[in-house]
């Protein structure tokens, strides 16, 4: 099907930048909505960025104007720029992808997640 793979997390301090990246590999037909989410120790997983194939995102609050999504359609990649980063960013980071896979008679939808990513932010 279809496979997301991150990359970027680690140790950064308060007020630095960091990148994370998921790209996306498989017998991809095309991605709608790609995106990323977060769960903190004791939290329940939530909606960090969303970016549609056409461009237009949407941001969890508590990031506005310090985080920003991106995608790179041609290598089926999704980018979270961290600038600026809380203490309180400090989680397991996810991407998501959906859209559809296959040809022809054999195309389905699918829903992906990527494998985790810490990143702690050092106060």
């Known amino acids: 099907q279809v496979q997301l793979v991150v990359s970027g997390g680690g140790l950064v301090q308060a007020g630095g930048s960091l990148r994370l990246s998921c790209a996306a590999s498989?017998?991809?037909?095309?991605?709608?909505?790609m995106g990323w989410y977060r769960q903190a120790p004791g939290k329940q997983r939530e909606l960090v960025a969303h970016i549609s194939s056409g461009g237009s995102t949407k941001y969890a609050d508590s990031v506005k104007g310090r985080f920003t999504v991106s995608r790179d359609n041609a290598k089926n990649t999704v980018y979270l720029e961290m600038n600026s980063p809380k203490h309180e960013d400090t989680a397991v980071y996810y991407c998501?992808?959906?859209?559809?896979?296959?040809?022809?008679?054999?195309?389905?939808?699918?829903?992906?997640w990527g494998q985790g990513t810490q990143v702690t932010v050092s106060s």
């Open positions: 498989g017998s991809i037909f095309s991605i709608n909505a």
């Open positions: 998501k992808a959906e859209g559809d896979y296959g040809t022809g008679l054999q195309r389905r939808n699918f829903v992906s």
